[in-house]
């Protein structure tokens, strides 16, 4: 075996793995993400319904998705979601709460500063910063050409 | 001079150690699956009563490790040496399993082949004369591996058809220097063999060209052919893994094909358990040895088996660097027979 063909190995390897279920999962992440954005939307023109400004109406229909999604997180019901819908149940807010609650409950028995609060963002933190750090580019992008 | 070697990588044994005690412990899982029957002992929940998964496993290895040395009519006094390893970093649920048993301890981290690492040097130091009575054990749970080399067990991913599942259990064979067997005839060390594959969702794949490697030699070295064996069966290769090795071992002209399996491919019922490419884990093997092998042997179905572990070498760190992973393949001959 010491004289095996890396690359011939990968290629043939590769004919091994069975294929990802494309299809099935563009699907399902369609139907989960979806109905996460349509329950989104339902929040947030029930909301308006109730004579809340269009920004203050946005801002808590995101900390209701939040919440949702914690708590399913907690109870162990958005892994399975997450199995099924992919993308389309990690993309939505509720994923993002997810990634950061359910480290969080992982590392608990590593205590509150080293366990919680440190590993809390291990998932997450990517997200943040390359999206902070995106959004900020833009901006100034925007800037620059725009004018004001 | 090395009397007892064998061509390159093997040693064959002057006075067979006896295999005296065997006792496996899994999880509900591991229960649920195909080979359930030959599991002494079940949980019927992974976290045993515990307040960690860590110290879950950590029982379950303090456990397993008793009932064995229990199981061959010994008690703790008798052994002369503890030879045990689990995934964790530091090899933690086998330090702390050792705490909490006086026996002189080796601590061995051979990722998934640290069963058949173990019984290997357990073997050699008994037919060495060093030992009367070696316990030699391995371990793995699948909550405690998820979160030092995965995602947390909340976290919604989705998880590759390549991808294998860790099994939660401990495995413990008590070899001793006299007994009725089963006995162990020979041993083939293997080397490190590096495939060049990257994916840790790939480990089938990664570690088959290992265990190709050990089968080589061990064939090889001994002048034996496949079909002296009545089963040949390696770790933790998984489906992919299992079809690989049998390709790669005709080309070899080797066919594998009616005496060989995979114990992670046998653990878990693929279709109904959705554990993808199969079961994984130093569990795997030691819960399908102590557990099936053995226990098959007794009752006569196999007079003569190949079990072979194998593992990956690698670390989170090393995988984030890019590096290749790392492989190896114990194998070790079983025998119902001594001569």
Avoid at chain 2, 40 to 69: N, T, V
Wanted: overall charge neutral; proline content about 3%.
């Amino acid at each position: 075996m010491e004289k095996l063909n890396k690359k011939e190995y990968e290629k043939y390897v590769e004919g091994k793995i069975p294929k990802p279920t494309y299809v099935k999962n563009i699907i399902m992440a369609f139907l989960v993400g979806g109905f996460i954005c349509t329950l989104g939307q339902f929040i947030l023109n029930y909301l308006l319904s109730l004579g809340l400004n269009e920004s203050s109406a946005a801002s808590f229909t995101s900390i209701a998705l939040v919440f949702l999604g914690s708590l399913l997180t907690g109870l162990g019901i958005y892994d399975k979601i997450g199995k099924i819908g992919g993308a389309g149940a990690s993309v939505p807010i509720t994923g993002f709460a997810n990634s950061i609650v359910s480290p969080a409950m992982e590392f608990k028995r590593e205590g509150f500063i080293f366990g919680v609060a440190s590993k809390m963002f291990t998932i997450a933190g990517p997200v943040l910063v390359y999206g902070i750090g995106g959004s900020v580019i833009v901006g100034l992008l925007t800037l620059l050409f725009k004018g004001r | 001079m090395a009397v007892k070697r064998l061509g390159t990588q093997t040693v064959k044994f002057g006075n067979p150690p006896s295999i005296k005690g065997f006792y496996t412990i899994v999880g509900p899982k591991e229960g649920d699956g195909p080979l359930s029957k030959y599991f002494d002992l079940i949980l019927a929940d992974d976290l045993w009563g515990q307040e960690s998964w860590e110290k879950a496993e950590i029982k379950m290895q303090e456990e397993c490790i008793k009932a064995a040395i229990n199981n061959g009519g010994l008690t703790v006094n008798d052994i002369n040496y503890l030879i045990a390893g689990d995934l964790l970093n530091q090899i933690i649920a086998t330090g702390y399993s050792a705490r909490q048993i006086s026996i002189p301890f080796f601590g061995l981290y051979g990722a998934c082949s640290t069963m058949t690492e173990s019984l290997s040097l357990g073997a050699m130091i008994v037919d060495g004369g060093f030992a009367d009575n070696v316990i030699c054990s391995a371990s793995s749970h699948f909550s405690t591996a998820e979160r030092q080399f995965r995602f947390p067990l909340e976290y919604g991913n989705q998880r590759k058809f390549s991808s294998q599942w860790t099994v939660t259990g401990s495995g413990a064979t008590l070899l001793a220097s006299g007994g009725n067997g089963p006995y162990i005839k020979y041993v083939t060390t293997g080397k490190i063999i590096d495939a060049g594959i990257k994916d840790v969702n790939n480990m089938g794949a990664a570690m088959a060209p290992a265990a190709v490697d050990t089968l080589l030699y061990h064939f090889r070295d001994i002048g034996c052919k496949p079909s002296d064996y009545d089963l040949i069966i390696s770790g933790d290769l998984g489906h992919i893994g299992k079809e690989i090795v049998i390709d790669m071992m005709k080309r070899e002209g080797y066919d594998l094909r009616s005496m060989y399996t995979d114990a992670g491919v046998e653990i878990f019922d693929k279709d109904t358990q959705d554990t993808h490419a199969g079961g994984s884990g130093c569990a795997c093997s030691a819960a399908v040895f102590n557990g099936y092998v053995l226990k098959e042997i007794k009752k006569g179905k196999f007079n003569r088996v190949l079990i072979m572990s194998t593992g990956a070498l690698h670390s989170t760190t090393s995988v984030q660097q890019g590096e290749s992973i790392p492989c190896i393949a114990h194998a070790v001959t079983i025998d119902k027979k001594r001569e």
